[in-house]
């Protein structure tokens, strides 16, 4: 099972090429399900599209993601289905970099033909969203060459998204069962004193702890579960925390994901299972630890 919002980079220079990457390819609709997981579903409450370009919008159309400031990058991670207007938007009215980035992508043949297979079949089903595909198509005739067709994938992502929620709960059962520790709602306390933020984060990490499973796909899953709630601590605004907590904050998750990374890896290079399981029991002590300390210091 592959859980594309696990591929999250933690550096922030690689965040728009890799949030683009996603958005030319095929499997947009099921990271915004798996980021829908994490943060929920804003619905009506979502900023539009617009709001959250502002005045980057020309910018971003011209010259992509890397004009948009890492907040603004950031809360389309938290608002995932702006991520499908986002796409709609950059395929339409996108100039020549997002040209370039669709001409010479890897996926962009399957990308054509899996577009209009895509649209063919979702508009056949009867959704309330086809009116939406019909409007998208019009777009794409508007522009008469090879982005006619991946138009069309954009036309066609909301109802995959759709359809990908309905089909494919399976494939989220990593995000959608792991509330627990920072992937359980309240896990970050907007209203809490620095010191009560710190320890809130100590006691989220130290929910590593309830379950003690020895068999390698539980446990691989719950390390993966843990490595979310790493990604989310990461894109969390931390409003109790200063400016330089916060800085230590990620910088110091940023470790924390590495030595996950590497017992993730040790797992699935067939390492003990109750070996790695007691890697990953010191990674977390020293996450509590560390998290405690800062509190101490800030009481």
């Known amino acids: 099972m592959r859980l594309t919002a696990l591929e999250i980079p933690d550096e922030p220079a690689e965040l728009p090429g890799w949030i683009e990457g996603q958005m030319l390819g095929l499997d947009l609709a099921a990271l915004v399900a798996e980021l829908e997981a994490i943060h929920g579903d804003a619905g009506t409450e979502a900023p539009a599209l617009d709001n959250l370009l502002g005045t980057d919008r020309a910018a971003m159309l011209e010259r992509g993601l890397s004009a948009l400031p890492l907040e603004g990058l950031r809360q389309f991670l938290r608002q995932p289905r702006r991520l499908l207007d986002l796409q709609e938007l950059v395929l339409v009215e996108g100039g020549p970099h997002w040209q370039r980035l669709t001409a010479s992508g890897p996926e962009s043949a399957r990308l054509d033909a899996e577009g209009w297979r895509r649209l063919g079949a979702f508009l056949t089903t009867g959704?309330?969203?086809?009116?939406?595909?019909?409007?998208?198509?019009?777009?794409?005739?508007?522009?008469?060459?090879?982005?006619?067709?991946?138009?069309?994938?954009?036309?066609?992502?909301?109802?995959?998204?759709?359809?990908?929620?309905?089909?494919?709960?399976?494939?989220?059962?990593?995000?959608?069962?792991?509330?627990?520790?920072?992937?359980?709602?309240?896990?970050?306390?907007?209203?809490?004193?620095?010191?009560?933020?710190?320890?809130?984060?100590?006691?989220?990490?130290?929910?590593?702890?309830?379950?003690?499973?020895?068999?390698?796909?539980?446990?691989?899953?719950?390390?993966?579960?843990?490595?979310?709630?790493?990604?989310?601590?990461?894109?969390?605004?931390?409003?109790?925390?200063?400016?330089?907590?916060?800085?230590?904050?990620?910088?110091?998750?940023?470790?924390?994901?590495?030595?996950?990374?590497?017992?993730?890896?040790?797992?699935?290079?067939?390492?003990?299972?109750?070996?790695?399981?007691?890697?990953?029991?010191?990674?977390?002590?020293?996450?509590?630890?560390?998290?405690?300390?800062?509190?101490?210091?800030?009481?």
């Open 127 to 299: 959704d309330t969203t086809t009116a939406q595909a019909h409007t998208r198509r019009a777009a794409a005739r508007r522009h008469p060459w090879r982005w006619v067709a991946i138009v069309a994938t954009a036309a066609s992502l909301l109802g995959a998204f759709l359809v990908y929620q309905r089909s494919h709960e399976p494939a989220l059962s990593v995000a959608t069962a792991g509330k627990w520790g920072w992937l359980r709602p309240g896990a970050f306390p907007q209203d809490a004193s620095p010191a009560e933020y710190l320890n809130t984060l100590a006691k989220g990490a130290e929910e590593w702890f309830n379950k003690r499973p020895e068999e390698r796909a539980a446990l691989t899953r719950r390390i993966a579960e843990f490595r979310l709630g790493c990604t989310v601590l990461l894109e969390a605004q931390h409003r109790p925390l200063a400016p330089q907590d916060r800085q230590w904050l990620v910088r110091t998750c940023r470790e924390w994901l590495s030595d996950l990374d590497r017992s993730l890896a040790e797992i699935e290079a067939r390492g003990s299972p109750v070996r790695v399981r007691d890697k990953v029991d010191e990674t977390v002590r020293q996450i509590a630890k560390a998290l405690r300390d800062r509190a101490a210091a800030r009481t």
